[in-house]
């Protein structure tokens, strides 16, 4: 069936990095994102990568993509307080135009 | 202005009722979703909607319905609605750009006493 995965909970201390994990379950997928919920607010994309892609870095995010053991990450650099937030991976299979979203990993950064 | 937009914003209502939520945007995109958010299980697919005609049912459809008013108007309607319904209710809106990424409203907050 489909289901992406994420662990519900990071926390990390301020100027730490973060990484944040996602193992997705359709190997056609060919774009994978990561979108970031701040507390009352919708789901705003953060960055996204193509599946013939290992690798995508932008300023103090840097996504990791592993087909083979299709396994997606989302590292933050120099982690702020104002990086605390929910954050999703999604997948959108090829041939479709549906999204699947993960569980959603809550990050808190401590002061 | 925000480019999707939903309301209301926060429902409180008690069981049985009709509820209506509705979603509108700007960005000329065809493509339109009702998602709702609970905690633990992420975002999950009521609907979704590939042009005025095009009315798909999503992953968790029962007790729910929708409909495509115009290109821009996307209303998501619980005939009678259920506690277990209480949930975050997102809108979201995608082109058909290569990325096509998914622009989500603000959400709405319903409460099912």
């Known amino acids: 069936g489909e289901d992406v995965e994420q662990s519900l909970f990071l926390s990390v201390r301020e100027g730490d990095s973060s990484v944040i994990n996602c193992t997705y379950t359709d190997s056609s997928s060919t774009y994978l994102y990561w979108y970031k919920q701040e507390p009352g607010a919708g789901l705003q994309l953060l960055t996204y990568i193509f599946s013939n892609m290992d690798m995508k870095q932008d300023q103090r995010l840097t996504v990791l993509l592993n087909k083979k053991d299709k396994h997606l990450s989302l590292r933050i650099a120099d982690t702020q307080t104002g990086d605390s937030a929910i954050y999703f991976c999604a997948e959108r299979p090829t041939g479709t135009y549906k999204y699947i979203f993960g569980t959603g990993t809550r990050l808190k950064v401590l002061a | 202005d925000a480019d999707v937009t939903q309301t209301p914003r926060n429902r409180i209502t008690k069981t049985g009722k009709r509820i209506m939520l509705e979603c509108s945007q700007t960005?000329?995109?065809?493509?339109m979703y009702w998602y709702r958010q609970d905690p633990g299980l992420g975002l999950r697919l009521i609907y979704y909607?590939?042009?005025?005609?095009?009315?798909n049912k999503g992953e968790i459809s029962d007790g729910y319905s929708v409909s495509r008013q115009a290109q821009a108007k996307f209303s998501l309607s619980l005939e009678s609605a259920i506690p277990n319904q209480t949930a975050l209710y997102f809108c979201?809106?995608?082109?058909?750009?290569?990325?096509?990424?998914?622009?989500f409203g603000p959400g709405t907050r319903l409460l099912v006493l």
């Open positions: 909607s590939f042009d005025v005609k095009d009315i």
């Open positions: 960005k000329g995109h065809d493509r």
């Open positions: 979201a809106t995608s082109g058909t750009g290569i990325v096509e990424t998914q622009y």
